[in-house]
């Protein structure tokens, strides 16, 4: 399994795209404005969405994909989400009011954005492997997920403050060796962190420290101009054995 950085940054900038990851040809986790830098071909070629909530920076980019299908004959897509999240989409954004609304019938009564409920330990199958939604804590419903390929894991925060059950569930998983964490907030900011569910600093290490050695721990979500500061902060407290790094576009993780 290949899993590509479309978008993982907090915002857009000249070179940042918000959270997009490519999993395989066929499958996105999440889906923000990191989908653009897919041309026509390759959204044509994504038929899987594994979504952890509805915020914007996170599912902006499913009209767009819908309406590359729509309009150039592909076979509509599949969400995977909480049905929280899916009554949110079809709440502020398929509403035929603000977007149209794909997940109704289309011509031949399939809909173009077909959305599938499930819940924290459901498992989508992948063409090369497999994904469970695992818990998150956040402003709004939200998930985790957890990818494993044929020979390692990766597990995948979401937006979410601390989560206990997340953290505990990944360090049981044996072939983990690749966690994407979101860090948002610095240590000065950490009350601010938790009221929003999200990540400082001083938040993230005590769940780093249930981790089992030699993890790679990839930061995303962060601000570019406080990326720096962020990453001098968490470094000064890291468990050791564990391997830090930015998450920037264009990175690539074997599965």
Not at 94 to 104: A, I, V
Not at 205 to 211: A, F, G, R, S, Y
Not at 215 to 230: F, K, S
């Amino acid at each position: 399994m290949h899993v590509k950085v479309l978008g993982s940054s907090s915002g857009n900038d000249q070179a940042a795209r918000t959270t997009c990851f490519k999993v395989d040809d066929n499958c996105l986790l999440d889906c923000g404005s990191g989908i653009s830098e897919l041309d026509t071909a390759a959204m044509l070629q994504i038929d899987t969405v594994l979504l952890t909530h509805s915020h914007l920076d996170h599912c902006c980019g499913l009209p767009l994909l819908a309406d590359a299908h729509i309009t150039h004959g592909g076979r509509g897509v599949d969400v995977y989400t909480q049905q929280e999240t899916i009554s949110a989409l079809k709440q502020q954004m398929f509403n035929s009011t603000d977007w149209p609304d794909y997940t109704r019938a289309a011509p031949g009564n399939v809909p173009w954005l077909r959305l599938h409920p499930l819940e924290v330990g459901d498992a989508v199958t992948l063409p090369d492997g497999i994904a469970t939604a695992l818990p998150a804590e956040h402003s709004v419903p939200a998930l985790g997920w957890l990818l494993e390929g044929p020979w390692r894991a990766l597990a995948f925060t979401g937006d979410s403050g601390p989560c206990l059950a997340f953290w505990h569930w990944i360090s049981h998983v044996p072939s983990l060796t690749d966690v994407i964490c979101e860090l948002s907030f610095l240590n000065e900011k950490s009350a601010n962190a938790l009221a929003a569910g999200h990540m400082s600093p001083a938040l993230l290490v005590p769940m780093l420290e249930i981790l089992p050695p030699n993890v790679h721990v990839w930061l995303t979500h962060t601000d570019h101009a406080q990326r720096a500061q962020l990453l001098e902060q968490v470094r000064k407290e890291l468990p050791s054995l564990l391997h830090l790094h930015p998450l920037d576009q264009s990175i690539s993780i074997e599965l």
